[in-house]
């Protein structure tokens, strides 16, 4: 079963960029589609993103999109959440997220989606 770590969250000010990693140990993530999902204090975690097995098509929340962009990273079993535009309301934990469902799917459910990482924790101050 693929393992996920999340890495490279951390404090930035408003409008300031960040740079999320997920590497995966025990699966090659190119086999997956890989999803961000976002959780900040007191509400429901929510998507982020998501990009498909051959990384061509990609999904984005509406709140991000024009501001972040996920990439694969094959070779070193990584995907990538460049964050720019930062904002005070994308202070949340972070959590990559790996889903065996066909391409064809609209991967944006939390369902779909059955490996997590633990999640790093972004925090932007305005």
Known sequence: QVQLVESGGGWVQDGGSLRLSCTASGGTLS??????FRQAPGKEREFVGAIIRNGVLKYYADSVKGRFTISRE???NTVVLQMNSLKPEDTAIYFCAASNV?????????????????????????
């Not at 086999?31 to 961000?36: A, D, K, P």
């Not at 066909?102 to 305005?126: L, M, R």
Request: charged letters at 10%; proline letters at 6%.
């Open 102 to 126: 066909p391409d064809a799917v609209q991967p944006i459910s939390i369902a779909f989606y059955k490996n997590w990482g633990q999640g790093t924790q972004v925090t932007v101050s305005s």
């Open 31 to 36: 086999n997956y589609i890989m999803g961000w």
């Open 74 to 76: 094959n070779a070193k």
